[in-house]
T-cell receptor, first 115, second 112 residues
Framework: AQSVTQPDIHITVSEGASLELRCNYS??????LFWYVQSPGQGLQLLLK??????LVQGIKGFEAEFKRSQSSFNLRKPSVHWSDAAEYFC?????????????FGKGTHLIIQP | NAGVTQTPKFQVLKTGQSMTLQCAQD?????MYWYRQDPGMGLRLIYY???????DKGEVPNGYNVSRLNKREFSLRLESAAPSQTSVYFC???????????FGSGTRLTVV
């Protein structure tokens, strides 16, 4: 079974500073990987996804993530954060081979933006 | 707006009461899911439905039942609510896993 670890429960970053959120996964083959963002009181919005090809993927809101097979990682980055980026971020892994047995989510990283 | 619609948005139940959470999507997706979100636990899959007429248990199905009424609708029922079921419930749908999921805005349920 697949699993996801987000090592940082909370991260505080100053507005304008760069950001990296860590995600490590466990899966026997190359997985589908996703990052979602959840603003307070809202549902989850897809930021970006990886399933093949270029290991650096671009997403919405200026985010990018890099798939590193050797490290089983899919870290999320942004060069300069804005106050509106304060939210909960979830990494998720999905199994290849079809089926609909669900994505497995990490426990989330809460991002705080300091002025 | 196209997407996933959940009702109600908020609900307070007494222990032992029953209720059904409703979910509908208008994107013609085959697969639908129910997750619960608890602080520090992330999202955990309760039940899913790969297609109309099929349902399967996820990671935390105890205390819940589901119905895939048609391709659009997937409901979650609590037969006898318990305080441990206090949570935020999300419905999601997808065409296939590599497309990612579209989530509803959630139902915040409190069981007292």
């Amino acid at each position: 079974a697949q699993s996801v670890t987000q090592p940082d429960i909370h991260i505080t970053v100053s507005e304008g500073a760069s950001l990296e959120l860590r995600c490590n996964y466990s899966y026997g083959a190359t997985p589908y990987l996703f990052w979602y963002v959840q603003s307070p009181g809202q549902g989850l919005q897809l930021l970006l996804k990886y399933f093949s090809g270029d290991t650096l993927v671009q997403g919405i809101k200026g985010f990018e993530a890099e798939f590193k097979r050797s490290q089983s990682s899919f870290n999320l980055r942004k060069p300069s954060v804005h106050w509106s980026d304060a939210a909960e971020y979830f990494c998720a892994v999905g199994a290849r081979g079809g089926g609909a047995d669900g994505l497995t989510f990490g426990k989330g990283t809460h991002l705080i933006i300091q002025p | 707006n196209a997407g996933v619609t959940q009702t109600p948005k908020f609900q307070v139940l007494k222990t032992g009461q029953s209720m059904t959470l409703q979910c509908a999507q208008d994107m013609n997706h085959n697969s639908m899911y129910w997750y619960r979100q608890d602080p520090g636990m992330g999202l955990r899959l309760i039940y899913y439905s790969a297609s109309e007429g099929t349902t399967d248990k996820g990671e935390v199905p105890n205390g819940y039942n589901v119905s895939r009424l048609n391709k659009r609708e997937f409901s979650l029922r609590l037969e006898s609510a318990a305080p441990s079921q206090t949570s935020v419930y999300f419905c999601a749908s997808s065409e296939q896993v590599d497309y990612g999921y579209t989530f509803g805005s959630g139902t915040r349920l409190t069981v007292v």
